[in-house]
């Protein structure tokens, strides 16, 4: 073991985290600027604790986002129903997913920024949080802070693991390196087939197959009311939704929007995009096209003009998806790789997806071979599927029936992982009571 943890790869990546330190306040400022972090909290990500460690045992969730974060919330509320001495503390690295975390987690369960990985801010974020147990979320690993809550004593597990085929050929130009880092985990719960073999072939120690911890994820909330209010806005107009949308994206749905109102005079062609910053210039590329836009985060309502009604909020996924039956996945048309198809087919929606989906392959293969799913080629062929949905309504509920069937499938996967997560906490005097 102590050959691997000195592997040259591990070694070299150290001095690097070190040597690029003089840095990290330029890039803290930047981030700053962009958005992309909180000002007030900008000490976590130096390591510097923003709250008080609970005192009892305490299991530690990283999760690097929104989806990663939403998909352990059970295996959280699993943990704090266990032993009333457990808390919880979850780390992302987003400023979207800490407001969604603000909103979501339950009682003796906390959020912290993860801290940059840096030999010293991850030391001082452990001295302070003493984990009992580390469980990581699907494919973000950060080798520093791995290594100190290892070498720490803390047990360690990675639950929903997803390794694509593009990242296992990255780690396997510096194979001792990735043996060093994923032997440290005492278990890895591999969400499918392709990911656990790809696991064990870098040299993860026990690699168990538990299915998708998505699978077993409620369907989104929304706000009744607020749905209510935005039905009776649309009336009966025909509307879809392009959820999750990268650039390039919109400018498809809109296309797809314009064709399809040949058609189809009154339709409502529903925008989210991924990044809700992006709002202010999606909206400025869709009314250069000549659309008439109205803005969820401007508080504009849907007049009989509008085109495009674009949902640039946080949090109410569940909401927009409950106001159309038909869902183009986002992330599909270009290289991010596909979002969560389980959220629209839990909300009856009928899927579309382009050819991208590496990050929830064998979900879309799914989607796709239950006919609960149309797969276009390239963005002009968006309007297309859509248009066929529109015109078929029977055909439309077919596709959002399988959907749904494929989405409760192979459920369970949150307590199979409990129930192989709870054994590694250990009992007894905790790190906080040492």
């Known amino acids: 073991m102590t050959r691997r943890l000195s592997s040259p790869g591990f070694v070299f990546y150290r001095l690097l985290t070190r040597a690029l330190a003089p840095a990290v306040p330029l890039l803290l400022r930047r981030r700053v600027t962009r958005g992309k972090e909180e000002p007030a909290r900008l000490g976590e990500r ?26 352990v919330m059970p295996l959280v509320e699993r943990f704090l129903v266990a032993a009333p001495d457990i808390s919880v503390l979850v780390t992302t690295g987003t400023v979207t997913s800490a407001k969604l975390m603000a909103e979501r987690l339950p009682p003796r369960a906390v959020h912290q920024f993860v801290p940059l990985d840096h030999p010293d801010y991850c030391a001082r974020f452990l001295d302070h949080w003493r984990p ?28 929903n693991a997803r ?42 120690r026990s690699v168990l197959r538990l299915g998708n911890l998505k699978h077993d994820a409620p369907p ?22 392009a959820s999750n949308t990268h650039e390039g994206e919109e400018r498809a749905a809109a296309d797809a929007h314009l064709q399809l109102a040949q ?67 986002g992330g599909t048309l270009n290289s991010a790789g596909g979002h969560n198809p389980f959220e629209a087919a839990r909300l009856d929606s009928a899927l579309i997806a382009g050819p991208s989906d590496f990050n929830f392959a064998e979900a879309y293969t799914a989607f796709e071979k239950a006919n ?36 409760s499938a192979d459920s369970g996967a949150t307590s199979r992982a409990f129930e192989a997560l709870l054994p590694l906490l250990p009992a007894g005097r905790s790190g906080a009571d040492a």
């Open 46 to 71: 130096l390591g510097y604790a923003s709250q008080v460690r609970p005192q009892g045992r305490l299991v530690w969730f990283h999760a690097a986002s929104i989806g990663e974060s939403l998909s």
């Open 132 to 159: 009992d147990l580390a469980i990581w979320v699907e494919s973000e690993f950060w080798p520093n802070l791995i290594a100190a809550a290892h070498m720490r004593g803390a047990k360690l597990a990675l639950v």
């Open 163 to 204: 390794i694509t085929e593009n990242s296992f050929g990255k780690w396997r130009r510096a194979p001792r390196f990735a043996e060093g880092l994923l032997s440290r985990f005492s278990v890895a719960m591999a969400q499918d087939a392709a990911s656990a073999e790809r696991l064990r072939s870098l040299g993860s």
């Open 220 to 241: 989104l909330a929304h706000d009744t009311a607020e749905l209510a209010r935005l039905r009776d806005e649309i009336g009966a107009r025909p509307v879809w939704i």
């Open 263 to 329: 058609s189809h005079p009154d339709l409502l062609t529903i925008v989210v995009p991924r990044h809700p910053a992006r709002g202010a210039s999606v909206a400025a590329e869709c009314r250069g096209l000549g659309l008439q836009v109205a803005q969820r985060s401007s508080g504009d309502r849907i007049a009989p003009a509008t085109n495009i009604y674009l949902g640039d909020t946080l949090g109410e996924m569940g909401l927009y998806y409950m106001l159309s039956g038909i869902a183009f996945i």
């Open 372 to 407: 609960a799913m149309t797969r276009i080629a390239a963005a002009p062929a968006l309007a297309g599927a859509v248009g066929r949905l529109l015109a078929d309504e029977a055909l439309r509920r077919r596709m959002a029936s399988s959907a749904r069937a494929v989405a």
